[in-house]
Each structure stands twice: as structure tokens, then as C-alpha cells.
């Protein structure tokens, strides 16, 4: 092989880092640095010069998506010279991999064959059921907080019976709940996220042998966004590297954003301590983005204290300053970002190039509907996954019922949907026999019918149900799996009933089933999943694939997303939206810690733009249905005002002057400008006097006006018919 090819495109470091003997390593480096970069490149390396056997290798990205890129660009650089095709490799997020083993070895894990996975719904909808049933007031312990408590105990490694309560009364219940929980998941073959971590972690810990012959399996492991993993994550690599095996880790202090989840940046440390011959590679120069932008992303992350310490430079140039936008509410910002992708649609080309981001996912809506009235296209990524929509999971749970009858959460969610009579007291009767007699709630259907606990029309009711789910199962045996699922969709009686909705809403659900039709089609099994079912296969990929890539790859469009979510990404254009105290950072963010992560989640969305960032914020905002007003964030203050330029197309409304320096450039106003009303503009108006414009829409002659009258409440007006006088 030509080392050449695996060291091109590669600064000295980043070969230093991809060319090192064996051994463990820590490549500590700023954003865009380009630490996925030498990972991949150190993969194909390690196979094409070291002569590492691909089998040996286990990378771990942060999404789904990641891992298949990682391996695409593997294969892609081993087979400039020869056709390559990685097989033998394990490239995943650690609960894939955490997946893949369990599967392999479940009943070493003691879990049915066809457990099947659930999500954080899936997991809350479980919680509450077993409250109402152990009569335990949901006010005191709501679902997502009990959720919140257990998963956090998993990430630790912690089991109820691990868990001291200190003679805590609040601690004790949730232990309680716990054990609870985790019998009815153990009862009916389901495994929330957290659980397939810990499961494999004590299936190693269990079971030496399985354990060993990992080890030796897995000599080479590398590790993308190291910064992010949480205790059990890290025990997990811990165990399998043992004390022979060389590890990777790639990682960037400032970009720890996940401690609210129970990550631990600490982990960078520990490996230092854990693996005391460990070198640190440490990369400087930043690839992605250009001076003003890296500058500005520098000059914020200072403020933080306790950095490992970096020093990013560039040399792409200065590049135009990041722009600060200050609109008048929220909607003025939506249509703002809107008109400015337009804008770089026209001059620079693709909408795919174009990105917005923001702190939550309910501040998509607003700039959804900017989109949408300007046609712009977009994707919401990572946002309301297709396999989380109501009408999918529903077809889903039949398919899981299919698979596996002990799934009770599925159970629940179709016994009566399509309805078929069975209400929640005959449910109630069921629920109480799976807490009796430490039975699932198909189990019970039988104990219950048997003991004629029921009456004649519940139990014919039921019966009716375990009739169609064995129909199901048997009609369908010999169908292709996208067959299969059709067949399920119309014949549990789902298409007629979402056929029977009215409007809009109905269609939308039925393209949808359609879809997962279609996603049925082509689902590829993949080669580790050979000894599942297709369809236990294809439950799997649902529940996994947290739908990053659901839209089809040759449509144009924007995306948007959390900033949580665009960790590791890069786009030419970048928005963050609604940078304002108390959404971002978060009203939940007071003590300093919390404070310091929010910084650094602003340091990971400025470090995504390459060419052009645009920070805004409104200073009023309609949220929850309140307005209210907003301050400019802290961190907007914290950017250096050398590499930033306020825009502003309004003037007439008191700037937060304390945020910008006199010396700032002069702003620029260019877009928005074809329209004579701005919004916060003030006017009067002959009949309603005195206003202030809060909404414009359309233009020219067509130009509608929503203005807020002093008097007289708001109103919308036509703005050639209104005759209003700005003042
Ligand atoms: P993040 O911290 O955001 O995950 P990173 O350190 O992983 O960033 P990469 O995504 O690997 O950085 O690289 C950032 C960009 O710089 C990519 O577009 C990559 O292709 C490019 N890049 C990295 N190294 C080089 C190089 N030596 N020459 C040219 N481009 C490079
Ligand atoms: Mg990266």
C-alpha cells in the first residue's frame, strides 16, 4: 500500500497522529482541527500499513450517521489502491455496539432472543403505567423524572439493589420504582438505551470468558468525542481494552456538552491515569471555519475556567465578520434568516449549504413557518424522528407484538387502537394479574379468560386481539419484510382508521405509513445483524436510527437542528437563533457549571460555520404563550468586537447599547430593505392612533400590516388601504 495516500491532505501533527507506532493515545484538539479526520485516517492506516486485521478494529462515533461515513471514507481511501470493502470491522455508537453484542450473546445476558429496544417515550409511557398500578402518585413522581433517576443509576453502573437511599424517603421510593420498572422490562424482553450499556457491561463483567475472547478480539479501539462519554461508556471500553490493547481517544475539552446526561469530561483525565504510557497528540490548526469566525468562537470560550488549554489558529483568511442580528420579536428573526438562505441561495448556491440552530426544539416552529411562507425547503434533523410519529409506532408495535408477545409496551399501545372495546377496566384486571403473578400482559390474557376473571364480552373481546396478532404472525411468514409490514398496516385495521381522520392530518399519516413501507423496502440488513430475523432487524434500525438521515438525499434544503445535535457537523452557513438570556443560555442554567456548559454548546455552534455565522436574537419573544422581553445573551457580550458586525434595519427602537462598543462597524442594512414597513416601526393610524408594527407580510400592493394600536388592541390592515403615518 502507498502510505503517501493515507498521509495526503494531513498537517505534520495530524500525520504524527495517524502514523504513531502502536500504542494508547489521546488527541486532544480544538474544533475543526480535524480530529475525525486522523481517526479515519489512523483506521486505514492501522489496516493498509500495520497490517491490522480489520476484525480486530472497533471505532465508536457519536450518531449513527457518523459511523457510516467513517466507514464509507475508509473504504474509500484503502481502495484508491484496491477495491476494499470493510467487513470484518465494528463501527458504531456505543449503544450499537452495546446492540451487537447483546444480540450475539443474549442468553448469556439472560434476554430473549428477540428483546426488543425501547425509547425514551416508549420508556416513559411504561412508567406511568406501572405508577398508576402501584398506586403511586404520578404529581410526586412524574414519569420523566422517575425515567430521568434510572437512567442516570444505569449510566453509573448502579442496579436498584446497588443504591443506598440514606434513609431518604423521595430516594427510597425511586428505588423502589426502579426495581419495579426493571422487572416489568425483564418480564417482557425490553431494554430502554441506558439498559443495553449496562447489560453488556455486566454480561463482560459475568462472564470471563465472553470477556476475554473480546479482548483479544478487539486490540485496536478508537473513540470519536471521547469528552462526551459517561462512566458507564467509560468502564465499558476499560474492560474490553484490558491491559494489552491500544486505544485511540479523540477528544475536545470545550466541546463537552452532554453533562447534563451524566457525561463526564473527567474521562479525559481518567484515561490519562488509567493508561499511564498514553501519549497526547494535541492538533492547532483549524481547518474549517475562517478567522473571524474561529476568533470570535476563541474569544467566548475563554470566559471558561479549568481548560485543558488550545490554541487554534487558521490561515483561510479573516473572511466576513460574524453578523449580530437584532430583531424586534421573534418572528421578525425567523423571516430575517429566511430572506438572508435566500439570499445565499442566489449568490452562493445550495440550501444544503445552510444550517440553523437553536437551543431547543420548540424554537423551530417560528422559522418553519418563515420557511415554509418563503418556499424555502428544509429538514428538521434529529428532531421529530419518522420512527417516532404516532402512526408509525403504532405499526411498529404491531410488528413487535409479531416478534415477540411479551412486549408489553407494545401491547398496550395496539390492544386497542384501532378500538376494539377493550377498555381500561378489562385492561386494569390485566395489569393487575402481570403485578400477581409476575406475568406479561399476554400471559395474563389467558390466566384471566382461564379463571374467568373477565366478562364474556371483554374476554371475547381479547381473544379477538390474540386471534389477529397469531393471523398476523402466520399470514405473513413468508413475505418479504416490506410485504410483511403492509399486510400488518391494513390488516390490524391501522390504514382504515387513519384513512377515516379528517384533513390534512390524516393524509400526512397515511403518506407516512406508506413510507415506512417504502423504508421496509429498502432496508438493507446489515452484515452484524445476520443472525436476526429481518424483522427483528428492522425494529432494531428503528429504534436506533435516531432518523438522521430521513429525507431524500438529492432534494436541496436547509437543516435544522439543536445545537446539541450539530456537534461533529460543519456547514458553509451557519444561523443561531434566539441567542437571549434565559433561553440561551438556559433559564435552567444558574450555577456555574451549568453556566459553563451552556458556553460551551455556543462554542460548538459558532466552530460548525465555515464561511458566514449569523448570531440573533429578539427582544421580544412570544413563548409558552407569553411575550415577554429579552436581553441579548452574555454570550453575544463575550464575542470579541473586532470579528463581529451589528446588522440592523430598524431604528427606531432603544438598542441595547450596553452590549456593543462605539468603535463597532457601521451596521449594514441590505435585506428586508424592498419593503417600506419594518417591523417596530411606530405609526399612527387615523381612526385606532398610535402603533407599533409587529408583523408585515407579502409586499408591494399586497403588503398586510399587523400592528399592535396603543388603544385599540391589534389589528390587521391593509398597508396600501391604512394609510398610516410613520412617526
Ligand atoms: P469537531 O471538533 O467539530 O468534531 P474535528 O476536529 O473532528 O472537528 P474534522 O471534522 O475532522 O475536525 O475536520 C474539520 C474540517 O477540516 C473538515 O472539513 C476536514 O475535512 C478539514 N480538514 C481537516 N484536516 C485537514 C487538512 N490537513 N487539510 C485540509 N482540510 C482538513
Ligand atoms: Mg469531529
Not at 448469556?108 to 428483546?115: H, I, V
Not at 443509576?153 to 442496579?159: E, M
Not at 446526561?261 to 481547518?287: K, P
Request: proline share 3%; glycine share 6%; net charge negative.
Amino acid at each position: 500500500m502507498d502510505f503517501s495516500l493515507l498521509l495526503d491532505g494531513l498537517n505534520d501533527k495530524q500525520r504524527e497522529a495517524v502514523a504513531a507506532p502502536l500504542g494508547n493515545y489521546l488527541v486532544l484538539a480544538g474544533a475543526g482541527s480535524g480530529k475525525t479526520r486522523v481517526l479515519t485516517h489512523r483506521i486505514a492506516w492501522l489496516i493498509g500499513v500495520e497490517n491490522i486485521p480489520e476484525s480486530s478494529i472497533l471505532a465508536v462515533t457519536f450518531t449513527n450517521k457518523a459511523a457510516a461515513e467513517m466507514r464509507h471514507r475508509i473504504e474509500h481511501t484503502l481502495s484508491q489502491s484496491s477495491d476494499h470493502r470493510l467487513f470484518g470491522m465494528w463501527v458504531g455508537t456505543f449503544h450499537s455496539i452495546a446492540n451487537r453484542l447483546l444480540r450475539m450473546h443474549y442468553l448469556d445476558a439472560n434476554l430473549p432472543q428477540d428483546f426488543q429496544i425501547m425509547d425514551s417515550e416508549d420508556q416513559q409511557r411504561l412508567i406511568k403505567r406501572l405508577l398508576k398500578l402501584h398506586n403511586i402518585d404520578e404529581k410526586h413522581f412524574p414519569p420523566k423524572q422517575v425515567a430521568w433517576f434510572i437512567n442516570a443509576k444505569k449510566d453509573q453502573g448502579l442496579r436498584a439493589k446497588d443504591i443506598e437511599p440514606n434513609d431518604d424517603a423521595n430516594t427510597k421510593k425511586l428505588v423502589q420504582i426502579y426495581q419495579i420498572y426493571q422487572d416489568a422490562c425483564d418480564r417482557a424482553g425490553l431494554l430502554d438505551f441506558a439498559e443495553l450499556l449496562i447489560r453488556t457491561y455486566e454480561l463482560f463483567k459475568q462472564n470471563k470468558l465472553i470477556l476475554q475472547r473480546y479482548q483479544q478480539r478487539f486490540r485496536q479501539i478508537l473513540i470519536d468525542e471521547f469528552q462526551d462519554t459517561n462512566n458507564i461508556q467509560y468502564d465499558l471500553i476499560h474492560l474490553l481494552a484490558g491491559n494489552s490493547s491500544n486505544v485511540m481517544i479523540v477528544g475536545d475539552d470545550d466541546q463537552s456538552i452532554y453533562g447534563w446526561r451524566g457525561a463526564q469530561v473527567e474521562n479525559i483525565q481518567r484515561f490519562l491515569d488509567d493508561y499511564t504510557n498514553a501519549q497526547t497528540i494535541r492538533l492547532e490548526q483549524n481547518y474549517r471555519s475562517t478567522g473571524n469566525i474561529l476568533n470570535a468562537a476563541n474569544g467566548l470560550i475563554a470566559n471558561n475556567e479549568n481548560r485543558l488549554g488550545k490554541n487554534l489558529w487558521t490561515d483561510s483568511g479573516e473572511g466576513e465578520p460574524v453578523d449580530i442580528y437584532c430583531a424586534f420579536n421573534e418572528l421578525d428573526e425567523a423571516r430575517f434568516v429566511a430572506s438572508q438562505i435566500k439570499q445565499w441561495k442566489e449568490d452562493e448556491g445550495e440550501l444544503n449549504q445552510c444550517a440553523v440552530l437553536y437551543r431547543s426544539n420548540s424554537q423551530s416552529r417560528v422559522i418553519e413557518e418563515a420557511l415554509i411562507q418563503a418556499s424555502i425547503p428544509y429538514r428538521i434533523y434529529g428532531g421529530m424522528r419518522f420512527f417516532e410519529r404516532q402512526e408509525i409506532k403504532d405499526a411498529l408495535a404491531y410488528l413487535r407484538l409479531i416478534a415477540n408477545r411479551q412486549d408489553d409496551a407494545a401491547f398496550e399501545r395496539v390492544v386497542n387502537t384501532p378500538p376494539r372495546s377493550i377498555g381500561d377496566r378489562t385492561l386494569d384486571i390485566l395489569r393487575q394479574l402481570t403485578r400477581t403473578r409476575q406475568i406479561t400482559l399476554w400471559q395474563a390474557i389467558q390466566v384471566a379468560v382461564q379463571e374467568e376473571q373477565l366478562s364474556g364480552r371483554a374476554a371475547s373481546a381479547l381473544l379477538r386481539f390474540v386471534d389477529l396478532i397469531n393471523a398476523l404472525e402466520q399470514e405473513t411468514e413468508q413475505m418479504p419484510l416490506f410485504e410483511q409490514t403492509d399486510f400488518v398496516i391494513r390488516k390490524s385495521g391501522l390504514y382504515e382508521m387513519y384513512k377515516q381522520e379528517k384533513g390534512e392530518k390524516g393524509e400526512v399519516r397515511i403518506e407516512n405509513l406508506e413510507e415506512l413501507v417504502t423504508a421496509a423496502r429498502q432496508f438493507n440488513k446489515p452484515d452484524e445483524a445476520e443472525e436476526m430475523s429481518d424483522l427483528t432487524a428492522f425494529l432494531t434500525h428503528a429504534s436506533l436510527e435516531s432518523g438522521e438521515t430521513q429525507a431524500s438525499p438529492h432534494q436541496d434544503y436547509v437543516e435544522l437542528m439543536t445545537l446539541h445535535s450539530a456537534k461533529g457537523l460543519e456547514f458553509p452557513r451557519v444561523f443561531i437563533v434566539g441567542v437571549e438570556e434565559g433561553i440561551f443560555p438556559s433559564g435552567m442554567s444558574f450555577d456555574e457549571g451549568r453556566l459553563q456548559e451552556e458556553r460551551r454548546l455556543a462554542y460548538v455552534g459558532i466552530t460548525r460555520a465555515k464561511k458566514k455565522l449569523t448570531i440573533s436574537y429578539a427582544e421580544n419573544r412570544r413563548l409558552y404563550g407569553k411575550e415577554e422581553r429579552h436581553l441579548p445573551s452574555r454570550f453575544i457580550a463575550e464575542l470579541p468586537e473586532e470579528h463581529i458586525r451589528e446588522v440592523r434595519l430598524r431604528g427606531n427602537i432603544n438598542r441595547p447599547a450596553h452590549f456593543f462598543a462605539k468603535n463597532s462597524p457601521k451596521p449594514t442594512a441590505s435585506i428586508l430593505e424592498d419593503s417600506p414597513w419594518k417591523m417596530g416601526q411606530k405609526v399612527r393610524h387615523e381612526k385606532f392612533g398610535q402603533g407599533t408594527i409587529i408583523n408585515v407580510e407579502g409586499s408591494g400592493d399586497q403588503t398586510r400590516l399587523q400592528v399592535a394600536f396603543v388603544q385599540q388592541g391589534i389589528k390587521w390592515l391593509i398597508a396600501k388601504m391604512a394609510n398610516l403615518e410613520k412617526l
